[in-house]
């Protein structure tokens, strides 16, 4: 198959069994170690604050002692399937399969 220690190239060792050649390296885990410490956190901090959203449970997770940002804590709680007990967009507005009755006196005018 593929040498590492062979004259040609990595790419056109690839090239010539028409197979990727990023595809040779191993994989990079998802999920590193420290990961799950914090989402052993998340979990809890969710448990007990179901309404704190991924701002608040930073700064809930810096007081903890992880140095994390916005984007890991959203991947995070992706990952997990969770999200904020809170009102979302567009919650009050009619649904189509609701018909509308108009009042008879508008109806005889």
């Known amino acids: 198959m593929i ?7 990595l790419r056109h060792q690839s090239a010539l069994l028409e197979v990727n050649h ?21 979990d809890e901090i969710h448990f007990k604050y179901c309404h704190m959203g991924q701002r608040n449970l930073i700064h809930e997770l ?7 940002g916005r984007k890991r804590v959203r991947r ?5 399937g969770k999200e904020a007990m809170i009102p979302k967009p ?10 509308i009755y108009i009042p008879l006196s508008e109806t005889l005018l």
Request: aromatic letters at 2%.
């Open 3 to 9: 040498d590492t220690q062979h004259a040609l190239s």
């Open 90 to 99: 567009n919650i009050s507005k009619r649904g189509d399969a609701h018909k």
């Open 22 to 42: 990023n595809r040779l390296k191993p994989k990079r885990a998802k999920i590193i170690e420290e990961d799950h410490k914090i989402i052993l956190h998340l």
């Open 62 to 68: 810096r007081d903890r002692g992880y140095e994390v």
């Open 76 to 80: 995070l709680m992706r990952l997990l």
